[in-house]
């Protein structure tokens, strides 16, 4: 363990390898075990259970009782050297578990930035994860599953392997994602339907009317007007080149992935 001029607590159990960036907290009873290298800044809350191969960054604040790092749950694991990435100032709260990538997947698990994880958060294997996020108490992400920025999860949601969910959109509590969700995109039920745009995180996040009456009008387009996916993206195609906002729906779309919700 390298010289840390934060304060760790002496119940602790710190690994030989672990590397801490200065200024880092480690209170009563945490576990930090195997290749893990932690930012400046963190704190570390009593009992959680950090092991690597995982990288932290900075300024992140590690709540009670999660388990970091630990290898996946997929029955195809077999203890290889597959790792954990988290990025800059993420809250992670009691309970939430974040799991090690597959070497069938990605080889790693990637969190971004200013992201918050509430209480019983699960992370599955091979997750991309971008930034300023919000995942309510009990969210479930499956493996493979990669979610853009500014997305938030309700209660309860949960999303099914090598799902995706676009930027800006929301998740309603308890909606279960079995299709992927496209960017700006209000999903809710089991199994989630599309309804509407996420109007209001648009406007919070400084959209300008004009932008949200595109998107809205794009939606209207995806949706509403009963064409084939290739039709209306044909028709996003040229709302985009007026209202760049557009452009990520454009992208989402001509993915190969499992379908949108409908």
Known sequence: MTENTGKIDPTAKIGSDVVLGRNVTIREYAIIDGDVKIGDDCVIEPFAVIRGPTVIGRRNHIYQFCSIGEGCQDLKYHGEPTTLTIGDDNTIREHCSMHRGTVQGRGTTTVGNHNLFMINTHVAHDCIIGDNCIFSN?????????????????????IHQFGRVGCHAFVAGMAALNMDVPPYVLAAGHYAQPH???????????????????????????????????????????????????????????????????
Request: charged share 25%; no cysteine; aromatic share 8%.
């Open 138 to 158: 009990n969210a479930t992400l499956a493996g493979h599953v990669t979610i853009g920025d500014w997305v938030i999860f309700g209660g309860l949601a949960a």
């Open 196 to 262: 509407g745009i996420n109007k209001v995180g648009l406007q919070r996040r400084g959209f300008t009317p004009e932008a949200i009456r595109a998107i809205s009008e794009s939606y209207m387009i995806l949706y509403k007007h009963h064409l084939t996916i290739e039709e209306a993206i044909e028709q996003i195609e040229a709302i985009a080149k007026e209202h760049k906002e557009v452009q990520p729906l454009v992208d989402f779309l001509k993915f190969d992935g499992r379908g949108i919700i409908r």
